[in-house]
């Protein structure tokens, strides 16, 4: 098998697709909550906090002479990105926890069903029958 024939095999089987459209489903996804953290969340807690923003926390190295920035370590941000991946992980925690639920209930009701009755038989077989029947009795 040729290197592009196995590369074409494995990308089109439905495990990599799957993985491609997760991803960018999963960036778009960050995006919202990131929104949520900074537009949502972060706004009325920063006035509980009286009216600190995150985002400028820092802690300052060395100032800023002439041209040359100051230095700080950005404490706040690194605070802001942690509190959006915490959301992020609860949001997918709850998600996984909810499909998690609706499968042990498809599980326990498929599991409650009755079995289905077998096909009736066709009319070959019921003629077949009747020959064998028939055919013992003589």
Known sequence: MSLLNEFKEFAVKGNVVDMAVGIIVGGAFGKIVSSFVADVVTPPLGLLLGG???TDLAI???EA???APA???????????VFDFLIVAFAIFMAVKAMNTMKRLREKEEAAAPPPAPP???N???LLTEIRDLLAKR
Not at 71 to 81: D, E, H, I, P, R
């Open 52 to 54: 600190v923003n995150f």
């Open 60 to 62: 300052v190295l060395k």
């Open 65 to 67: 002479q002439g041209e």
């Open 71 to 81: 230095v700080a370590l950005k404490y706040g941000a690194f605070l802001q990105t």
């Open 120 to 122: 009736a038989p066709s």
């Open 124 to 126: 070959e077989e019921v």
